[in-house]
């Protein structure tokens, strides 16, 4: 297995732009989390979905950002309008239903640029 | 808040010394913690995990302490190694669910 697939690595945009990260979770997880570090807070879960349900959205900054999983194999976070404090790397992990942390497996991360 | 902290931006020990990771919590609720690794362009990556039942587990290189009354554990690397050059992420759980709530991460360097 390739591990959790993100895209792109890297994404430099303007103030005001769509932002959409991708992920492609390991094949039978069941859990896909998405999460964003930055220096000050470390990794912030942002949403967590189970059977491509959102389960927990508490962590989700604002309105500007939202996510979907239309089927087991894809996610996409999306920010729309972005804004430079938005500039972070984010993540996604994979895990199967009801495991524990060590069952995580996160992918490389898309660093995100907003000027 | 920060549920989770890790109040040492960095760290730096020679090689074949200790190196004593830190981390404290605030949530009296959390019951299972993990240490995660990680490498420059990497994502973390599980390294070793302690229950609340428990205030020590090893795993070769590395032991977790648990402190409850203190909400505190740590992570000891002995000895320490070049390839242990990493940001080091503390993370923990509540209850059995699956949601983590990781620390702001510690960057160890191990010099020769």
């Known amino acids: 297995d390739a591990g959790v697939i993100q895209s792109p690595r890297h994404e430099v945009t303007e103030m005001g732009q769509e932002v959409t990260l991708r992920c492609k979770p390991i094949?039978?997880?069941?859990?896909l989390f998405w999460y964003r570090q930055t220096m000050m807070r470390g990794l912030e879960l942002l949403i967590y979905?189970?059977?491509?349900?959102?389960?927990?959205d508490s962590g989700m900054p604002e309105d500007r950002f939202s996510a979907k999983m239309p089927n087991a194999s894809f996610s996409t976070l999306k920010i729309q309008p972005s804004e430079p404090r938005d500039s972070a790397v984010y993540f996604c992990?994979?895990?199967?239903?009801?495991?524990?942390?060590?069952?995580?497996?996160f992918g490389s991360g898309t660093r995100l640029t907003v000027v | 808040d920060q549920q989770v902290k890790q109040n040492s931006p960095s760290l730096s020990v020679q090689e074949g010394r200790i190196s004593i990771l830190n981390c404290d919590y605030t949530?009296?609720?959390?019951?299972?913690f993990l240490w995660y690794k990680k490498y420059p362009a990497e994502g973390p990556t599980f390294l070793i995990s302690i229950s609340s039942i428990k205030d020590k587990n090893e795993d070769g290189r590395f032991t977790v302490f648990l402190n409850k009354s203190a909400k505190h554990l740590s992570l000891h690397i002995v000895p320490s190694q070049p390839g242990d050059s990493a940001v080091y992420f503390c993370?923990?759980?509540?209850?059995?669910?699956?949601?983590?709530?990781f620390g702001q991460g510690t960057r160890l360097t191990i010099n020769p």
């Open positions: 949530n009296s609720m959390f019951d299972y």
């Open positions: 979905f189970n059977n491509n349900v959102p389960i927990d």
């Open positions: 094949s039978g997880h069941n859990s």
């Open positions: 993370a923990a759980s509540a209850g059995g669910a699956q949601k983590l709530v």
């Open positions: 992990a994979s895990s199967p239903l009801g495991g524990k942390g060590e069952g995580y497996t």
